[in-house]
């Protein structure tokens, strides 16, 4: 490995709250120095960041990978380059591919090929039934032994609540984290927020008590087994103010949002825009408020891009037909700036919400001291670009902020130490 030497940045350490212009020096794959290098150091290569924001790499918490399975939409290769080209150094991939990921040995093999490319780390969901099919669990004892570190359904509601029961049951035994999307199967048959505008536009409605009536059984069912749950994706203020209230009773749930939801609404549908299409859907102005506050005062714990690859036949359908989803690791870091700029929310607040917390549910540090992995992305935050499919890495070019200009690129991205990305024009 080269001693890299990271000079005159700013840098941004959530994790500790600092914010300073020092240099950075990395060896071995960690921190070995900060604002002054190690007695003997000597530095292989430097990167001169002066003018640049140092911060610690990006941990996406919901990335689709597409691979195996997929691999019309997007491949490994392509996603995990699309990852390190946003500064995203570690990645949570659900476990709905094809197949599922309910077998140690596809588990072993995913990792392997993520190891293989030296990109970004990859942190694999195992299946929490068998094919996602909600009606066998998993042996999550073996899949958690061959490196998951999670358990989902993936978009996939757990319809039976016995199967649930026992998984929570299973998951508390073993100390295992369960990742849910809260959504009630029988009230989850539409295809946009149930509201004024889906009714004016002649499109089925999801009703926001989809998500509340099954927020409600899991946090009854924590209570109950002691599970450990994060709920992912929350769209409603409903379901907020449930999760609210259940922190403050001490239940240890966490949660997420997606990078879209914090910017969009229904309305944004526009002319039956495919692009807005999502899984939960677009909500209204008053719930995507909701979730602005909610980031604010802590009810939700972290961002994640919901990252989504689709091919073109996916999308190029009317918008009941389309496949739900968009591409995100490329935009989740001009994304967050844009939110916090809007909010008038600090840098330090804004990237803990995208690198610190996540990095905490996964087990680690994510911060600037001596000590920790040197995974570490340099971002100018006052660069100007143009969504366009050509400037997009990943295979999927569906996102609804296409042809929108975003402020903030990543210019340097190291993962283990190693610079993996830079941006050239």
Not at 46 to 68: F, K, M, Y
Not at 176 to 202: F, K, S
Not at 285 to 310: E, M
Request: hydrophobic letters at 45%.
């Amino acid at each position: 490995m080269k001693n890299i030497a990271i000079l005159g940045g700013r840098l941004i350490d959530p994790l500790h709250n600092t914010d300073q212009i020092a240099d950075l020096y990395l060896a071995d794959g960690k921190i070995v120095g900060v604002g002054a290098a190690p007695a003997g150091y000597v530095s292989d290569e430097t990167i001169d960041a002066q003018g640049l924001l140092v911060s610690p790499g990006l941990v996406d918490l919901a990335a689709r990978l597409r691979e195996p399975g997929f691999e019309y939409k997007a491949t490994l290769a392509s996603e995990m380059a699309a990852a390190v080209a946003g500064g995203v150094t570690s990645i949570m991939c659900p476990p709905d591919t094809d197949p599922p990921l309910d077998e140690p040995s596809l588990v072993t093999m995913l990792r392997q090929r993520a190891k293989n490319l030296d990109l970004a780390r990859l942190y694999p969901v195992g299946a929490l039934s068998r094919q996602l099919k909600g009606r066998e669990l998993t042996d999550m004892a073996e899949l958690r032994d061959a490196g998951c570190v999670a358990f989902s359904q993936g978009d996939q509601a757990v319809g039976d609540l016995q199967i649930l029961y026992r998984a929570m049951q299973y998951a508390a035994t073993f100390n295992v984290a369960l990742r849910l999307l809260p959504q009630e199967a029988d009230l989850n048959a539409g295809v946009a927020h149930d509201g004024d505008y889906a009714t004016r536009m002649g499109l089925v409605g999801i009703p926001v008590l989809a998500e509340t009536v099954a927020i409600s059984n899991i946090l009854l069912l924590m209570k109950e087994t002691g599970a450990r749950v994060h709920l992912c994706r929350l769209s409603s203020m409903a379901g907020l103010d449930l999760v609210r209230t259940a922190k403050k009773q001490g239940l240890p749930v966490t949660c997420d949002v997606s990078i879209n939801h914090i910017h969009l609404a229904d309305v944004d549908i526009g002319f039956f825009d495919s692009n807005y299409r999502f899984d939960p859907p677009l909500r209204s102005v008053r719930d995507r408020d909701a979730i602005v506050a909610a980031l604010a005062d802590g009810t939700i714990d972290a961002i994640c891009s919901d990252h989504s690859p689709i091919d073109d036949d996916g999308k190029l359908l009317p918008f009941a037909e389309a496949e739900p989803g968009a591409t995100g690791l490329e935009l989740l870091l001009p994304l967050t700036l844009a939110w916090a700029a809007r909010q008038h929310i600090s840098l330090s607040q804004a990237l803990a919400k995208i690198s610190a917390v996540p990095a905490k549910m996964l087990g680690f540090d994510a911060g600037l001291a001596v000590g920790n992995r040197a995974d570490l992305v340099v971002f100018d935050p006052e660069a100007h670009w143009q969504v366009t499919p050509a400037a997009l890495k990943s295979q999927g070019k569906n996102t609804p902020f296409v042809g929108m200009e975003m402020k903030g690129r990543v210019m340097h991205t190291l993962v283990k130490g190693k610079r993996v990305y830079q941006f050239s024009a």
